[in-house]
């Protein structure tokens, strides 16, 4: 083990991808998640990996990285920012805070096997990490949602709970909020995947028992400190479908937003099952459907088990 109980992989991988506060006014900017999917393998395919490269003998094996359209000045400014990781690695333990790299044992592996080369570098993330092997039932919807649909969500997650399901949802307002906090206040487990705001969500009030009591895990492959930004919002959809088995959308929106794209994006890649709640409140739930999601008629009290259901429709 390395640095603050980072694995040398880590360490390295978060040297070359991590942000940790003054980025913009640098020379050479970290390696984008684009970046790191092209030169892991080009890393690979020379029998190297990223701890080598904390040898400064090692650098010399950086002269082709130009084939790959980066440049070996940026990648060695990257491996020397060590006092800021440091700095920004002492900021986020206090909060509780984690992280882990795709090579490291704890990284969860439902990532590695359904999205391949696109499984992030590096996740951070609060709380018990191997909450994010358990698999489960990842429930999504609009921010907005009605009363009803949140309700339903809440008695869907309740169920979850009751029958050792772990719920995973994407931690924004409306669907996502009542799925994750039904769950944890059941009595059950939920994996948040957050698109921004993890140092804040994991000391805020709403999540802190949830927390502490090992019934919750944050995790984001964005730096703890990152802002909003619309772009990180719909590409964490892939990891919130990833880290379970099966899907339900509460309701979506007809031809745009998060919540319908995201389950277009799972219909096409076949991550796993999509449930789409049947009738439902959006105007989109119909159309999934009609694309190859699977409706459901589930109704939370009627008696039926909520796990068996889901077993028995494909």
């Known amino acids: 083990m390395s640095v603050q109980g980072l694995s040398a992989d880590g360490e390295a991988v978060l040297l070359l991808c991590g942000r940790f506060g003054g980025e913009r006014q640098e020379a050479f900017q970290p390696l984008s998640m684009r970046d790191w999917a092209v030169f892991a393998p080009w890393l690979n395919q020379r029998g190297m990996r990223p701890a080598d ?29 060590g006092t800021a990781m440091a700095l920004a690695l002492e900021r986020w333990s206090r909060a509780g805070l984690w992280v882990v790299s795709r090579g490291d044992a704890a990284y969860p592996k439902a990532l590695k096997r359904r999205l391949k080369h696109a499984a992030p ?12 092997d358990r698999g489960g039932l990842a429930i999504v919807g609009s921010r907005d949602a009605s009363e009803a649909a949140l309700d339903f969500t809440r008695r869907i997650a309740a169920a979850c709970a009751g029958e050792g399901m772990v719920v995973v949802s994407g931690g ?12 944890v206040e059941a009595g059950g ?29 944050l995790v984001s492959p964005f730096p703890p400190e990152a802002g909003f930004l619309a772009g990180n919002a719909m590409a ?11 899907a339900l959308v509460i309701d979506a929106a007809l031809g745009s937003g998060g919540t319908w794209a995201g389950a277009l994006e799972d219909l096409k890649e076949n ?30 009290g009627r008696g039926e088990a909520l796990r068996e259901y889901l077993e028995q429709t494909p």
């Not at 590096?122 to 709380?127: E, I, K, P, R």
């Not at 709403?206 to 919750?216: E, F, T, V």
């Open 53 to 81: 490269l904390l040898s400064a003998a090692a650098h010399a094996q950086l002269d082709g990285v130009q084939e790959i359209e980066l440049e070996r000045p940026r990648i060695e400014f990257l491996l020397a920012r």
């Open 121 to 132: 570098p590096l996740l951070y993330g609060a709380g018990r990490q191997d909450l994010l």
């Open 172 to 183: 924004a307002r409306g669907v996502d909020s009542a799925a994750m906090q039904g769950a």
């Open 189 to 217: 487990q939920a994996v948040g995947v957050l698109p921004n705001d993890l140092l804040k969500a994991s000391v805020g009030r709403s999540n802190r028992a949830g927390l502490q009591d090992g019934r919750l895990v």
């Open 236 to 246: 964490r959809n892939k990891y919130i479908y990833a880290l379970a088995d099966r």
């Open 271 to 300: 991550w796993v099952p999509l449930h789409v709640r049947t009738p439902g409140e959006g105007a989109g739930n119909a159309a999934l459907v009609g694309q190859g999601g699977v409706a459901f008629d589930f109704v939370p």
